[in-house]
């Protein structure tokens, strides 16, 4: 028999408890995420704290899309992340910073993150 569950991984909520193209703040162990659930039902999962105010709003971020890929933008200093990667995609005249994702799944009707180190 195979097991859903993963090492290191974590039930946060299910998926009827995030609205579509909004983000929710979740604390899982030492870490602070933020998820997001795509119009598409996508999941998507980065770190909740924004590395340019070190306060935690990411998942208070707008979401959006540049070219395809699905973002995030600060809803501090508007600075936008690849939600996909992380990736900075505009730092807003600063250094870019790229934010750390985490691997997120659905399982049945349970959003879970993996938060391994």
Not at 39 to 49: E, F, G, P, T
Request: proline share 7%.
């Amino acid at each position: 028999m195979t097991s859903d569950v993963v090492a290191d991984e974590v039930r946060v909520c299910r998926l009827d408890d995030l609205l579509p193209e909004r983000g929710a703040g979740a604390l899982v162990g030492e870490h602070r995420i933020a998820v997001f659930r795509l119009a598409d039902d996508r999941l998507l999962a980065v770190q909740q704290r924004d590395p340019y105010s070190g306060a935690n709003v990411l998942s208070r971020g707008i979401v959006g899309d540049v070219g395809g890929a699905p973002t995030v933008t600060s809803p501090m200093f508007k600075q936008v992340w690849d939600l996909a990667t992380g990736a900075c995609l505009d730092p807003v005249g600063k250094e870019p910073v790229d934010l750390r994702t985490y691997p997120v799944r659905l399982v049945g009707d349970e959003v879970r993150v993996a938060v391994a180190p």
